[in-house]
């Protein structure tokens, strides 16, 4: 019986970089969908696409809407999907909009996105997670360079590499108001990270991550191979980004809010089992089990 090792495994002793063991474009990628066979090169090959102008300004007006009536709800909400800035206790993000709200939820089920979806996963596909980023002006505070993957695979049971996210850009974002960088490529390497997840992480990493984020070794010689993109763009546009891609904002110290809407596709082949490096799996507003 050949017993199956994690070809991801991950905070343990050391930092590792090994190679990605999955296609990053599933099944046949010639199929008919939203995105041409160039732009699914380009993503297969640097694990990001940006598309501006996705949506119409109409819809991103409805949507900006909608974002102020959460933004404005949420003063006074203390759910656990709420989570606050650790310095300013201001809102950072509120989690499982997708299931919460019925207007972001149909957003997210938009068959533009679902035809994508199917597009880069060669199946089905379900929401893993979906967060509104306010990144307020002024003291939205930065996410430190991370692997989504790294954090699904151990902390929430996803076994492969069969997941994207995608970022619909609700403000202005600009090189001062703290955009997502990606480094280009860098879904090619996974890395291993140092430090055993301590029990109910998500409580302190939904604010500030210090478990699951890269050694500088690593980070300096994926920043050598592959550099830093800044995709910035107008609200309305998509960015679409590979579930291990090497990515992280900075702080915004201006003005300027950088809001966005995540949502995370998960293929129904890649549901997820129990977490490869945590005590158990973490609470479902945060990963759909
Ligand atoms: O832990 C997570 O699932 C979330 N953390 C970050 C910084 N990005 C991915 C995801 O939203
Ligand atoms: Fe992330």
Not at 84 to 107: C, G, T, W, Y
Request: aromatic content about 12%; hydrophobic content about 35%.
């Amino acid at each position: 019986m050949s017993i199956q090792t994690d070809p991801y495994t991950s905070r343990g002793n050391w930092p590792q970089i090994t190679e990605r063991q999955d296609p990053v474009v599933y099944g046949d990628s010639q199929e008919q969908g939203l995105l041409s066979l160039e732009k699914l090169r380009f993503y297969n090959d640097n694990g990001y696409l940006f598309l501006p102008d996705f949506f119409s300004p109409q819809e991103t007006q409805t949507m900006q809407e909608h974002q102020q009536r959460l933004w404005n709800e949420s003063q006074s909400a203390n759910g656990p999907e709420y989570v606050r800035e650790a310095q300013s206790d201001m809102i950072r993000s509120i989690f499982a909009v997708h299931h919460n709200d019925p207007f972001f939820a149909k957003l997210l089920h938009d068959p533009r996105l679902m035809s994508m979806a199917r597009q880069i996963l060669g199946s089905d596909s379900y929401i893993h997670q979906s967060r509104i980023n306010f990144k307020a002006g002024l003291h939205g505070k930065d996410f430190y360079w991370h692997s989504d993957f790294e954090t699904w695979h151990a902390e929430d049971g996803m076994a492969r590499m069969r997941a994207f996210s995608i970022s619909i850009a609700l403000t202005e974002n600009t090189a001062f108001n703290g955009p997502l960088m990606v480094m280009p490529g860098s879904h090619r390497y996974f890395i291993a990270c140092v430090g055993a997840t301590p029990k109910n992480h998500y409580q302190e990493s939904l604010r500030q991550q210090q478990y699951g984020t890269p050694d500088d070794d690593s980070l300096a010689f994926l920043a050598r191979q592959c550099g830093i993109e800044m995709p910035t763009g107008s609200p309305g546009s998509v960015l679409v980004f590979d579930c291990n891609i090497m990515h992280g904002s900075n702080s915004n110290i201006s003005p300027y809010p950088r809001s966005n809407v995540f949502a995370v596709y998960n293929s129904v082949e890649n549901r997820l089992v129990q977490p490869f490096a945590a005590h158990e799996p973490r609470p479902s507003y945060i990963a759909t089990r």
